[in-house]
């Protein structure tokens, strides 16, 4: 069972509609970043989320931490084909052996079709 | 911006070749991490430093060996390449928490 569970694993849309990738957890992080990875590339980042609650928007992007810093969900509205990609949440845990490592979710696939 | 480069996009490496994989990055970052990526495993973490000549084992390190002699520097180390090390290796480097990750652009190495 992974620390951070991300769903869906794959989400196939037309473009123009509207869709949400959630990341779960039962452990609180201290902070938690979204990237985006295309094929044969590194992952992107998006954003960084540190606040419980906070809101960040970037564009057509709205990324939301929950209030006990547990979760957190990334909205996409009015989605186009170039959002299709490989996105990926990962969190710094509140425990000092966690270190600085991150603890990364499995990945939703996003394929946005025209 | 900052940057993290890998020396190369993709290897093709023989069973039991000693390969060498560079990291570098730009921005003064203490900590480097060196991931695989595979189907269906997701990112799985090598090793990672948090100082120069400082390493710590990461999820599977077996098979695996790092250096960092430079701050900027890290650099992942097959002591003799197998087919299951076949992968997407990725770079990345980070001041700490709660900052920002940055991954490098990846290498495809194929052990045939």
């Known amino acids: 069972t992974q620390l951070l569970e991300q769903s869906p694993q794959f989400l196939s849309i037309q473009e123009g509609e509207n869709l949400t990738v959630y990341c779960n957890s039962s452990?609180?992080?201290?902070?938690l970043q979204w990237y985006r990875q295309e094929p044969g590339e590194g992952p992107v980042l998006l954003v960084t989320v540190v606040t419980g609650g906070e809101v960040k928007k970037l564009k057509r992007l709205t990324f939301q931490f929950g209030d006990a810093r547990k979760d957190s969900s990334l909205h996409i509205t009015a989605a186009q084909p170039g959002d299709t990609g490989l996105y990926l949440c990962?969190?710094?845990?509140?425990?000092?052996?966690?270190?600085?490592?991150?603890?990364f979710g499995g990945g939703t696939r996003v394929l946005v079709k025209p | 911006d900052v940057k993290v480069t890998q020396s190369s996009r993709y290897l093709v490496k023989r069973t039991g070749e000693k390969v060498f994989l560079e990291c570098v990055q730009d921005?003064?970052?203490?900590?480097m991490f060196w991931y695989r990526q595979d189907p269906g495993l997701g990112l799985r973490l090598i090793y990672f430093s948090y100082d120069v000549k400082m390493k710590e084992k990461g999820d599977i390190p077996e098979g695996y060996s790092v250096s960092r002699e430079k701050k900027e520097r890290f650099s992942l180390i097959l002591e003799s390449a197998s087919t299951n090390q076949t992968s997407m290796y990725l770079c990345a480097s980070r001041q700490g928490d709660p900052y920002e990750q940055y991954f490098g652009p990846g290498t495809r190495l194929t052990v045939t």
């Open positions: 452990s609180v992080f201290s902070s």
């Open positions: 921005m003064d970052h203490e900590n």
């Open positions: 990962a969190g710094s845990l509140l425990i000092k052996a966690a270190g600085n490592k991150l603890t």
